[in-house]
Every structure is written in C-alpha cells, then in structure tokens.
T-cell receptor, first 109, second 115 residues
Framework: GQQLNQSPQSMFIQEGEDVSMNCTSSSIFNTWLWYKQDPGEGPVLLIALYKAGELTSNGRLTAQFGITRKDSFLNISASIPSDVGIYFCAGATGNQFYFGTGTSLTVIP | SAVISQKPSRDICQRGTSLTIQCQVDSQVTMMFWYRQQPGQSLTLIATANQGSEATYESGFVIDKFPISRPNLTFSTLTVSNMSPEDSSIYLC????????????FGPGTRLTVL
C-alpha cells in the first residue's frame, strides 16, 4: 500500500529545543493523524485533524492540516526527555489509512 | 477512543508452527485492522476485518498464511501459520474509532520471534 513521505527520518535535539516534522502525500486525505510510538508499545494517537487549514494543539504539540490536503506537520515545543520515540503521520480517506515512514526523535538531556 | 488489549504480548516459536494472536476492544467497533511492523519500520497493513464478513487482505498477504476471525464487534484473532524466521515481527491490531471521524486506536502489539 501507499506510504506517506515523512521527514526528517531522525532527529537528535537538545532538551528544551523545538521540533518540527512533516508528512507529504501525492493523494488528498480527509483526515490527518499523528501518532507516537514508544519502544515495545503500540502507536498512541496524539492529534487528529479533520479540515484543511486546521491547526490543533495538544499541550506542547501543535499539528496542522495542509491547505492542499496533501500534507501535515507536527511541532513539539520545549522538548523534554519523554518526547523520545518514533512519530508517525497517517492520512485517511473513508476506510483507507496510510502511514508515514516515521520520524525517530532523540532528546539529549 | 478505544482501549485495545492483545495476547500474547510476545512469543518465541519454532519454525513450522502456528500462533494465534488475540485482540480485544473495550467497546463495539465496526472495523478492526491487523498490521505488521518490522523493528524501526513503519506499519504494513495485513488485512481489514469487519464483523460478519471475510477479511480483506492487502497485496502480499493471503488468507492461508494469515487467517483472521472476527466473531463479534469487540474481538478478533490473527493466526500466523506455518511460521518461518521471516515472520518474526511485531503484530499490531487496531480499531477504528466510533463516530463520524476517521481515527485508529492501536493495541500494544505482539512481538513474535520465530526460530
């Protein structure tokens, strides 16, 4: 199936720094989702976006649904060590879900 | 949201045997999904399981190798049949949230090692 292009593939940042990652697709989606996966766990839904242009926050996380409906980004402000993990985007249309390739985040204390 | 549990959480199996993974959802859901995830990789959809109908398999996955049951709206099983070392992976089940919006909620995964 289709996989979404997610960048960067990995990030190493200092604690306190802001983080930005994005996801692009050649297809239009009705929903964009962002997940975080810790080692040995399943992905956990962080933010769901339902409308083009929508900007949604969840604590220090902010995500936007791109105007073209083909992209989305996730920002994490003032990173902390527990932000470490792999972040996945997902685009959905109807019952079809497509996942990004993942961004591995390492936060250096 | 939906809370999803999976059993077993991990297993080590011998080549040629089969393993059935169970997935339980705390609420009734229409659609459930089974994914495979290699370490450090993204999620690959195996099949979609709707209650009362045959599972729909993605390209590269077949029912004989990955039979799925969906006996009711809160439960599903995935069997990995005639296992080989190449089947070593994390297997995740998920369920689509109720309501008008598309969201998926995941179980904790089953880590399978085939010797």
């Amino acid at each position: 199936g289709q996989q979404l292009n997610q960048s960067p593939q990995s990030m190493f940042i200092q604690e306190g720094e802001d983080v930005s990652m994005n996801c692009t697709s050649s297809s239009i989606f009705n929903t964009w989702l962002w997940y975080k996966q810790d080692p040995g766990e399943g992905p956990v839904l962080l933010i769901a976006l339902y409308k083009a242009g929508e900007l949604t926050s969840n604590g220090r996380l902010t995500a936007q649904f791109g105007i073209t409906r083909k992209d989305s980004f996730l920002n994490i402000s003032a990173s902390i060590p527990s932000d470490v993990g792999i972040y996945f985007c997902a685009g959905a249309t109807g019952n079809q879900f497509y996942f990004g390739t993942g961004t591995s985040l390492t936060v250096i204390p | 949201s939906a809370v999803i549990s999976q059993k077993p959480s991990r297993d080590i199996c011998q080549r040629g045997t089969s393993l059935t993974i169970q997935c339980q959802v705390d609420s009734q859901v229409t659609m459930m999904f089974w994914y495979r995830q290699q370490p450090g990789q993204s999620l690959t959809l195996i099949a979609t399981a709707n209650q009362g109908s045959e599972a729909t398999y993605e390209s590269g996955f077949v029912i004989d190798k990955f039979p799925i049951s969906r006996p009711n709206l809160t439960f599903s099983t995935l069997t990995v049949s005639n296992m080989s070392p190449e089947d070593s992976s994390i297997y995740l089940c998920s369920a689509e949230g109720q309501g008008a919006y598309n969201e998926q909620f995941f179980g904790p995964g089953t880590r399978l090692t085939v010797l």
